[in-house]
């Protein structure tokens, strides 16, 4: 950890993904952390040794720094006035217009200036478009505050739901953008356990691929860059999930296999093999509103960026493509009971904000099919978005969702989907017939274990079915009939 010398005093306001993760890393890092939130009741639990949300390591950062370095509270007044630095963690949820909303942002740098009596550096945490930071220090002056005293910055975050503490800790890069060196020099001092890779050499540091000899490299930028870079590199990458669709596709058309072709693609340096995964499309609390906050910043501007239009719509028409090949293994919807694994928008995490699970699981459901889904970690938050009936179930168990199913779809890529019993499935499943939205099973492999296999963008029997075929296909060893 760092020196007491090198502490840096931080207020987080926001306890969500980001906001609650930088302040566990921050204190991980030997800074003192107050990270404040206006929900009472989630203070209390956190302050009481609740963890709000499903994240690797978080809970035992939380346990280690608790009432040590990280404090919890709601007083965002006082937490202002003990801080050095603020980072503004709160949503900027997606306005009806696509826009970013940010009115919590303007909130909440409206009540700092209202609290500042010494100088700080005011950091942007959250996803914002260009121009923020400016109306940041609109808003701070406005309220009295005397252009001295303040410091507005931007450091984005990069981090993926499921391995963010890891993302933190071990990042690819760490972006400022700030106007002066006081601030800048701030951030870096902040930074620099990391960025000197003196935390990689602590007994009990959270393990990634960062080392001590390979640190995470610091960019500083102006303000509007470190903006931009955020936007445009979420608008990229949920491109690539886009793209490798299309081709997936193209490949299932063709007969070919986009598994071979994306990994054939991928081992091009300049493209990588990251998010070239074929699937029902992308999902969670960013890609989708960041691509919609990014096109409307162009529209802004002047800039037609149509391309993300497009990025956007072959999203949507990805889940629907798959909702029609669950058709064509079915043939009929109405009482059919099917199986499901993967609620959230991906494994490793509870999110289910813009799951295409949800949505294909929603569509089943007004088709009249019974729904028992099982995901390992967001069923408590599926059931406040879909409650348990008698067509939606929730099972605590992969082989409790297939009991008796007509057919059982993969939604997500937890690992543990990807490492089922087959012959204990297949005995389960009132028809072996999985559909695999997430690739994680290899067609030969689940044919010979006698199942009819359908996935994204593979050829043989991942194409459609012929609709009256798939109830004439071998039935459990008990006998058990539609």
Known sequence: MVEKNESVTIAVVGSGYVGLVAAACFAEIGHRVVCVDNDESKVRMLHDGGVPIHEEHLPELLSRHRGKTLEFTSDLRAATQSAQAIFIAVGT???????????????????????????????????????????????????????????????PEFLREGTAVVDFLHADRIVIGAATETAADLLKKIYLPLTSGSYYNVVGSVPGPRTNVDPPPILHTSTKAAEIIKHASNALLATKISFINVVANICEAAGADVEEVARGIGMDTRIGPKFLRAGVGYGGSCFPKDVAAFRHVAEQVGVDFGLLHEVEKINEEQKQRFFQKIRSALWTFRAKKIGVLGLAFKGGTDDVRESPALDIVKKLLSEGCVICAHDPAAAGRCKEVIPEGPTMRYVDDPYAAAQDADALLILNDWQEFAELDLAKLHYTLRYPIVIDGRNLYDPTTMTNAGFTYLSVGRPGLTQPLDPVSAFFLPRRRDGAKA
């Open 93 to 155: 949820p997606q306005s009806q217009t696509g826009s970013a909303d940010l009115s919590y942002v303007d909130a909440v740098a409206s009540e700092i200036a209202r609290s500042m009596d010494s100088y700080k550096v005011i950091v942007e945490k959250s996803t914002v478009p260009v121009y923020t930071n400016e109306w940041i220090r609109r808003v701070i002056e406005r309220n009295g505050v005397p252009k001295d005293l303040f410091d507005v910055t931007s450091n």
